[in-house]
């Protein structure tokens, strides 16, 4: 440690930290500009001079590094002086234009320049012009006359998101920041930059000239959209959710959320969303009070059960669904008898003996890990914070270890095995061999006995020389057929190399809804086509079910589906009896568990549009109406407490396996197989309307279909041509992109996507012929 002596006080940092380091540990403020916590340091904007002793000038606090005893005087008059000169030259080519700038209000060089600035300027020449940019959906840079050059943009890029998709070009006051050949900023995280802009250069596209700062409403919320569970801040007005901004909280999000967790608000405001209870007659939709709705609803309930027994009644709820919800919708189908509930949507084998499908550990640990293997997982996608909590531990010193099919880059360094779905299993038993080889311990019951590639043996050495190693489970692990084997391998290596076992799972609630019992005979059961009344929660059967033609002819075989939704869309109008419209997250209270096990509660922001009403109040009613005891909830704090009373923590830790593998006969599968993500910006109903979402690159990618190079070659294809897509007689056109680094045999087909609607099961055989 170091002492120095920082306006009088003393202070001791570690060596190495520099003064504003310093000033920040004593709560001493430096103004700055370029300076952030969590980039490097570039001292770009020399605001943060200081006065240092025996100094023969001022010194940038940012970037001077502390010396024993030194003593630094931070608001000195030298200090001072050279602080309001620089802010004097920032403000030289700085344009006049704060009563139309969208940062107005929340702008750093605005309230700096109210201390350090003067009230006039001596310079009177004119002003640098620098030209506009379309850099895509999501990021204004209309007004990049007011850039000051802080670079943080372009650092974030390198540093955190993991591409420099912004660099500065030209020199002196010719100097600009912009992008590569007039590509556009397609990060996942690229909506921090804005948050980052010290001036109004970078705003936010969707909410420009939306609202001013000083008129919205602020709350504290928690993004749904996947298990990381970010804080935000949701601003509103006038009813209506504005615009919503990361808030700090190191333990999860530290100060970054994803553009999805951003600009999926404009779903919340979309004209599909339903304010009055909905029923069909004689093939007409016909809107209704509620009295009436659930009377009816109650009644088919009722009739359904005495007629065809209490197992004929189903129920199925995605996992941005809240705690309460989740709670009350088992309740009510346990207490009439039947166990056809589930929220693993895409989850065919539910033999895994997990009771709830969490990280293992603390995210913030994931910043500490030596080790981390990852099996079938779109991670970058799937988890962007987490995929940027584990690029900056990777340039700690982290080893990245990967068993998936290739094809979308993470950005991070990697040891890789890309091969085709169907043999992920036999990759991760060669590495259980290689391991059981090295303990001199007994490989699981039914592991096939395979040659050990030297790939393998390089990942087991690697896990067996961590000392802080994770196994993680992704997405598309969970949603294979053979899931359950492959948890059974990674629980052995992870016992065997010292690891945490843990999952990444799909939905903001995934572990809520484990932890309340809203998990029964799995997803396949309730559409197997026996039930004869069928619940959808915050569904759309074409974008939410793993096999929308087998869904749809499920729910056909039904005499009645009853859809809670906030929402209407075609495939809901067509397949359901009633649909009863319940509130978003933003206008109910909602608890959410998220992957590390952590509960968090957020209060509505706004009130509930219309007539609907929170999902928790109409299944309390429901659950009276059906005559199930223990419905008499006033307070959705009741709910929760009574959801998460009893063994809480020892569902969290009871995440072990089977030794024994179960479906060892699977083998490689013949010729092409499909490889399935959830495209990054159509994983629920809200995300899926958001209009700038849908507009970025990514949401376009959901709709190709991804080919390895050899495939791509061998059909003579070029980049958006057409190919003729078959899967379980079902054919669809569709356009081709190019994956470099997708595994042979593998062919990306994205779910809840129009086209893939009309094809079968998630992964399976598939045929690509040109169109």
Known sequence: ?????????????????????????????????????KLSIAANCRMCLVEVEKAPKPLPACATPVTQGMKVFTHSAKAVEAQRSVMEFLLINHPLDCPICDQGGECQLQDLAVGYGKSNSRYEEEKRVVFHKNVGP??????????????RCVRFGQEVAGVMELGMI????????TTFVGQTVDSELSGNMIDLCPVGALTSKPFRYAARTWELGRKRSVSPHDSLGANTTVQTKSNKVMRVVALENEAINECWISDRDRFAYEGL?????????MVKQGGQWLETDWQSALDYVAHSLKTISAESGAESIGALAHPISSTEELHLLQKMIRGLGSNQVDTRLRQSDVKAAATAPWLGMPIAKLSELDRALIIGSFLRKDQPIIAARLRTAAKRGLQVLRIDAGGDDW???????????STWINSLS???????????VSIPAGTPNLTISAEAQKMADSLLSGSSTAVLLGSAAISQANASDLHVLAQFIADNTGAILGFLPVGGNAVGAALVNANGAGVESVLSGDRRAVILMNIEPDADLPNPIQARAALAKANTVIALSAYRSTDLLEVADVILPISTFTETVSTFVNAEGRVQTVQPSVKPLGDSRPGWKVLRVLGGLVGVDGFLFNMPEEVLGEALSENYCAKLNNSSSSNVLTNTNSVAQQGLERLTDVNIYAGDQIVRR??????????KHGNQVGLGQKLFSELGLGEGDLVCVTQDSQSVNMPATLEVNLAPGAVRISAGTLASAKLGQMFGPITVSKA
């Not at 999501?138 to 670079?151: F, P, V």
Request: net charge neutral; hydrophobic share 40%.
């Open 138 to 151: 999501l990021i204004s840079m209309q007004e990049m006359s007011r850039c000051i050059h802080c670079t």
């Open 1 to 37: 440690m170091v002492e120095i002596e920082l306006d009088g006080k003393t202070v001791e940092v570690p060596q190495g930290s520099m003064v504003m380091h310093a000033a920040n540990k004593l709560g001493t403020y430096v103004p700055h500009f370029c300076y952030h916590k």
């Open 170 to 177: 030209n020199r002196g006051e010719h100097s600009e920041i």
């Open 269 to 277: 405001n979309s004209s599909d969303r339903l304010t009055t209870p």
């Open 690 to 699: 958001s209009s700038a979402l849908q507009l970025t690159r990514d949401a």
């Open 430 to 440: 060669e590495i259980a061999l290689a391991v059981a080889k090295a303990k001199s």
């Open 411 to 421: 950005l991070i360094p990697a040891r890789a095995i890309a091969s085709a779905p």
